[in-house]
C-alpha cells in the first residue's frame, strides 16, 4: 500500500531557530496538505497545496510558514522562527483528487518539539 | 456551529460489533461523509466514505439514512487493535481542507 512517507520522525530545536519538515507524498498524488495536532487537541489544517501553488490556508499559517514542491517528490513545511507554541505533530497529506474520493493519505508525523 | 457530533467515547469488548454513530444535521448537497481512524502519535487513517445508503468495505461499513444528517460507522468483531479515535468529517468538493472534531475515543477491551 502506498505511503506518505515523513522525515525526520521527531525533531527539536531551538526557540527562534528555522526547521523544514519533509515529506514524499505518493506519486501520483495532485494535492497535498500540511496538519497539526497540539498534544492533546484537534488535528487542525495549515495548508492545501496544488499545481505549485497554495490553493487554501489556515489562520494558523502566517507568514512564518511556508510550503514548496522543490522537486517531484519532496513537499515541505518550513518554520522560519519557532516558537514554543509550535511544538506539535505536523502531518502530510496527499490525495488524487481535491474531493478526496479515495481519502486523504497521511503520512507518519513529524514531532515537532521547540526548547 | 460544529458540523459533526459523535460520542466522546465509547467502550466495547473483543468480538462485538461496534456502531459509531454521527450527527449532521447541516449537510450540504456536495458534502461527502468520511470516517478516519487515529492511533495516539500517527496520522488519521482513511477508513471510508460515502454519499448515502450504504457503503462497505475490508474494514468498515458506512449507513447513511435518505436525509444524510446522520450517519453510523459499523466496524464488525472489534479487537484490541482497534482501539482508536474514529472521526466523522464532511468533505466537501468545494474545499481542500478536512475539519477534524474531537472524535470518540473507542476502547477495546478482552
Known amino acids: 500500500e502506498p505511503e506518505v512517507t515523513q522525515t525526520p520522525s521527531h525533531q527539536v530545536t531551538q526557540m527562534g531557530q528555522e526547521v523544514i519538515l519533509r515529506c514524499v507524498p505518493i506519486s501520483n498524488h495532485l494535492y497535498f496538505y500540511w496538519y497539526r495536532q497540539i498534544l492533546g487537541q484537534k488535528v487542525e489544517f495549515l495548508v492545501s497545496?496544488?499545481?505549485?501553488?497554495?490553493?487554501?490556508k489556515s489562520e494558523i499559517f502566517d507568514d512564518q510558514f511556508s510550503v514548496e514542491r522543490p522537486d517531484g517528490s519532496n513537499f515541505t513545511l518550513k518554520i522560519r522562527s519557532t516558537k514554543l507554541e509550535d511544538s506539535a505533530m505536523y502531518f502530510c497529506a496527499s490525495s488524487a483528487a481535491r474531493q478526496g474520493t479515495y481519502g486523504y493519505t497521511f503520512g507518519s508525523g513529524t514531532r515537532l518539539t521547540v526548547v | 456551529l460544529a458540523k459533526t457530533t459523535q460520542p466522546i467515547s465509547m467502550d466495547s469488548y473483543e468480538g462485538q460489533e461496534v456502531n459509531i454513530t454521527c450527527s449532521h444535521n447541516?449537510?450540504?448537497?456536495?458534502?461527502?461523509i468520511t470516517w478516519y481512524q487515529q492511533f495516539p502519535s500517527q496520522g488519521p487513517r482513511f477508513i471510508i466514505q460515502?454519499?448515502?445508503t450504504k457503503v462497505t468495505n475490508e474494514v468498515a461499513s458506512l449507513f447513511i439514512p435518505a436525509d444524510r444528517k446522520s450517519s453510523t460507522l459499523s466496524l464488525p468483531r472489534v479487537s484490541l487493535s482497534d482501539t482508536a479515535v474514529y472521526y466523522c468529517l464532511l468533505n466537501t468538493g468545494t474545499a481542500s481542507k478536512l475539519t477534524f472534531g474531537t472524535g470518540t475515543r473507542l476502547q477495546v477491551t478482552l
Open positions: 447541516n449537510i450540504a448537497t456536495n458534502d461527502y
Open positions: 460515502g454519499y448515502k
Open positions: 497545496f496544488y499545481n505549485n501553488e497554495i490553493s487554501e
